[in-house]
């Protein structure tokens, strides 16, 4: 198939006729990256460029006896998207950096530690963050909140939600293109509103809840956040059988692993600690045990060192294990040298 065939836009389609490519199979075997320097574009249109190029390819080759299973997905096609991918920031650049940039989409996330150590309130400052606008590099999203212990607060919402539109207003002018083009949705209210909150009060409402899922979202196809507050709470309190509980729990996360996958969102489970009998005394771990570990894609530590906050990467697939320091003030999630004093969060 020939470029001048390639839905894209015409300047677009110039460049590559002027560079040569004149055929679907000669950008077959380009990075991004290489494209976006040829072409003197934006990664982004590259991508684009490149995706319409395996899109193409896909539907022609749907009609051949012998082309790909449907549903198949090449590597390539992977590492084209995880380029193009924004992230969710926790409100801590430091965490945001040893992250990668932040909550990535598609995955599940774990983030455990003890009480008062800030799980309720990153879950918070990521159910606002998700909601920044596309034109201040946030996902322009919504965020669905799942509370199992009653730890959600508005109040606390709404002082995180003037937080973030305290900082985006201190990093883009009033009179900026950016400010002008989405000065209504920096509204408290707004970012209240984008927040879809469940109270669950027992096991069985969690799973149905986690069940109901899938048709919620895609009646609510905006939606690029989901938060269990916490994933442990109903199934520690209520599971006399282990056997079950680690049968019922195994479901749930490959259930919300789809959902991430399908709905192109990043699912963050809160967890609680218990300890541990290991090398002749009791440790702090985190509760569901071993097996459970193996159902999140990413798993945080959130610990005291002396008096504090940090964050440890203990599992992740895409950046080593490191670990950042932050805070918890008035504001929500701040990085240590944050211009917001350190306030106690009861």
Partial sequence: MEISNLPISPSIRSKLLSKGYTSLSSLSSISPSFLAQELSVKLEEAVEVLRAVSDTTTSKSAHIPNGIIPGAVTAWDMLSEEQMQRHISTGCEDLDAILGGGIH?????????VPGIGKTQLGIQLAVNVQIPVEYGGLGGKAVYIDTEGSFMAERAYQIAEG????????FPSNSREFLSCKERLQVNNFLAGIFYFRICSYTEQIAVINYLENFLTEHGDVKLVIIDSVTFHFRQDFDDLAQRTRVLGGL???LMKLSKMFNLAVVLLNQVTTKFTDGSFQLTLALGDSWSHSCTNRIILHWNGNERCAYIEKSPSVASASAPYLVTGKGIRGINSNFKRARIM
């Fill in 105 to 113: 989409c598609k995955e599940v996330t774990e983030v455990g530690g």
């Fill in 164 to 171: 973030c539109i305290y900082d985006i207003l201190d990093k």
């Fill in 253 to 255: 996360s490959l259930r």
